[in-house]
Each structure stands twice: as structure tokens, then as C-alpha cells.
């Protein structure tokens, strides 16, 4: 019966597959609740920074703001690309590569000079392998980022736009709108779109201001930029997780289709077998008995 | 009585009702009591006290308080609690 061995064997290692595809779905599931969490535990910050700002920004004082500064023809910009560091995610990082694909494509024709930031392995590993030079790269951001994370990426990058070597920083990421939809998208963080005031808000107070508006704003606009780093970084996570859940919970399911096609299969050739014993034993018997 | 958040960026580390506040502000120590003005002030670095007899205490560094009808809001990149 070395048909029904080979099937044996082949049955007993999808059974192993589907158990490692099971134990990553159920991890991811748990990783995913937790790096929800954290997307909404990050929300509180930004709207408080949000409403702030856009209540002390006015346009007049726009100029006086090196990270308000609208470059009229930008020949330099840098693009941070967040990709995660393990694979097994379905598209999740082919996704993303894809949008920083078309996104240097879309800038590069345009004529400005792209410098390529990448954070994470897997978005290492593809940039590496079509040969193009990178400006940094890290893979040591965990799966719980944290706001220090976020400033170590975007603070030089500060520096250099206040300066005027880059003319606008964006950042490639995915963005967690719910556990289904996680699209991969590029924001501009640099130079900063001051956030519309909400109407009819209660409208601007009559704030004490200490020590006054443009000192507040001049400490709050690194904040922000670095906030809306930090919000991306958090996203990524929770939506690299939903997808490796994803992934996994499809893996986990066909492992199930193609161990039930097999074992059919097996005991099909069982069965065949045994009634085609049976017929030889009678077989056999009616021949001695003529 | 106040309403007061602490909010990082990371998470919200508190969220309820005190007497008052003593937040170091970029220029010295400032006391919040029921019926403060709306005030906006830039924090520096030092220790962030809530409620008499310091209930509550954290460390803080930069950012920003807010205090608008009895509500504080303490928004700074890095707070720890004591």
C-alpha cells in the first residue's frame, strides 16, 4: 500500500502546517487587539495638539514658521517608508512598496530628487535588491513603538527642511481605518498643513497665553510633526498584524480543504484496497473448491 | 472642583477630578484653582502635582497645559508617573 503511505505522510505534514498557521493566526489576533489599542490610546494627544494649534494658528503668522514653509518649486524631498519587519502577511509589504513605488515615480517625473528612508526589513530587502541607494535605513523599531521612535526618525529630517536641504518629508504607511481596510497611503508631514479650525467650536477663547502665541506654536509644530510620525508608526503595526491575521486565517482554512480532499482520497484507496483483498480471498477459495 | 486630563502620546495617564494643579510651566511653578481664567501656558521640566497633598505626581517635560472652564489639560511628549 505505498500510495496510502505517501498519503499518510502528506496528510500528517499539512495537519503540521495548519497547527503553525493556527498558533500565527491566534498571536496576530492578540498583537492586533493590542496594537488597536494603542492606535486609539494615541488619538487623545493628537486631537488635543490638533485643536490647539489650529486655535492659535492664523495665516499672517505662517512665514514666521520655518516648518510652515512652502517651498514654491521643491527639488529635494524626502520619503520615509514604513514597512515591517517579518513577513508572512499576505501583501502587506508588497502593498506599501508598491505606493512608495509610485510615489518616487510620481515625484521623480516631475523633476525633484527623492531621498529614500526605509524603516523595516522587508522594505529593506526590496530596495536592496532593485539596487537603490538608500539616504538611512533602521529595522529596530519593535512592535510597540514608542514617541521616542518617531522623533529619532523625523527630527533630522527637521533639521535638514528648516535648513532648506529637503524641500518636504512624507511618510509611506498604512493607514488602520478599521481591521478590513488598512490601505497603504503617503502623507506630508513636512512642511506641515496647519489643521483647519473646526467652526463653531465655541469659536477662539480669550486665552492667557504664556509666554505668547508664536512661542507656543514655535513648541507645539515639532510636536506635531512628530506626533503624526508616531501615529503612522502605531498604525503600521496594527495593520501589519490584521494582515498577517488574515493571511494566516486563509492559510489555516485551505490547510482544512486540502486535508479533507486527502484524507478522502486515502481512505478511498483504503477501502479499494481491502475490497480488492476480499475479492482475491474469494477468489482464491472458489478456485480450490472447483 | 477640576476636571483634569494628562495626556502623552502614547496614552491618556489620567482622567478625572482634583482641587487643584501645580504644573511646572516653562518659567517657574503654576497653581490651577477652580474659576482660573482660560489660560494656555507652555510647560518646561519638573514635577506635575495633583490634588492636596500631591495626590497624583508625575514627571513631565515640554508641552503645553490648557485650562478653560474648570477643565486642565496637560499635553506633554513625555510624562512618567511617580
Redesign the interface.
Known amino acids: 500500500m505505498a500510495k496510502g503511505r505517501e498519503l499518510k505522510g502528506r496528510i500528517k505534514s499539512v495537519e503540521n502546517t495548519r497547527k503553525i498557521t493556527r498558533t500565527m493566526e491566534m498571536v496576530a489576533t492578540s498583537k492586533m487587539k493590542r496594537a488597536q489599542d494603542?492606535v486609539v490610546?494615541?488619538r487623545?494627544?493628537a486631537t488635543?495638539?490638533t485643536d490647539?494649534i489650529s486655535s492659535?494658528y492664523s495665516s499672517d503668522l505662517a512665514e514666521r514658521f520655518p516648518l510652515l514653509r512652502q517651498p514654491a518649486t521643491p527639488r529635494r524631498v524626502a520619503l520615509v517608508v514604513l514597512t515591517s519587519n517579518r513577513g508572512l502577511a499576505g501583501g502587506f509589504n508588497a502593498n506599501l512598496i508598491k505606493e512608495a513605488r509610485a510615489r518616487i515615480a510620481e515625484l521623480e517625473r516631475t523633476g525633484v530628487q527623492v531621498d529614500v528612508h526605509v524603516i523595516g526589513k522587508k522594505g529593506l530587502g526590496y530596495f536592496k535588491y532593485v539596487g537603490r541607494a538608500l539616504a538611512s535605513q533602521r529595522t529596530d523599531i519593535t512592535d510597540r513603538p514608542?514617541?521616542e521612535n518617531?522623533a529619532e526618525i523625523v527630527d533630522q529630517l527637521m533639521n535638514d527642511f528648516v535648513a532648506g536641504q529637503i524641500d518636504g518629508v512624507y511618510v509611506t504607511y498604512s493607514k488602520f481605518n478599521s481591521v478590513l481596510s488598512t490601505p497603504p497611503t503617503t502623507d506630508r508631514v513636512l512642511p506641515v498643513t496647519p489643521p483647519e479650525a473646526k467652526a463653531g467650536a465655541g469659536g477662539q477663547?480669550?486665552?492667557?497665553?504664556?509666554?505668547d502665541a508664536e512661542?507656543?506654536l514655535t513648541?507645539?509644530l515639532p510636536?506635531y510633526v512628530?506626533?503624526s510620525v508616531?501615529r503612522a508608526l502605531v498604525e503600521t503595526v496594527a495593520g501589519e498584524q490584521s494582515a498577517r491575521r488574515t493571511a494566516m486565517k486563509n492559510a489555516t482554512d485551505n490547510a482544512g480543504d486540502i486535508l479533507n480532499v486527502l484524507r478522502r482520497t486515502y481512505n478511498r484507496a483504503r477501502q479499494a484496497q481491502i475490497t480488492q483483498e476480499i475479492a482475491e480471498i474469494v477468489g482464491g477459495a472458489a478456485a480450490l473448491q472447483g | 472642583m477640576l476636571t483634569v486630563s494628562v495626556i502623552s502620546p502614547e496614552a491618556v495617564l489620567f482622567e478625572g477630578t482634583t482641587e487643584s494643579v501645580v504644573a511646572p510651566a516653562f518659567d517657574g511653578e503654576v497653581g490651577i484653582l477652580t474659576g482660573h481664567a482660560p489660560m494656555m501656558t507652555l510647560l518646561g521640566q519638573g514635577e506635575l502635582r495633583l490634588g492636596p497633598g500631591a495626590g497624583q505626581r508625575f514627571r513631565i517635560r515640554g508641552g503645553f497645559l490648557q485650562v478653560v472652564d474648570d477643565q486642565v489639560r496637560v499635553v506633554t511628549e513625555h510624562a512618567a508617573k511617580l
Request: charged share 20%; glycine share 0%.
Open positions: 494603542r490610546a494615541a487623545p494627544y488635543a495638539l490647539v492659535l514608542t514617541a518617531a477663547r480669550d486665552y492667557l497665553l504664556f509666554p512661542a507656543i513648541e507645539l510636536s512628530r506626533n508616531y
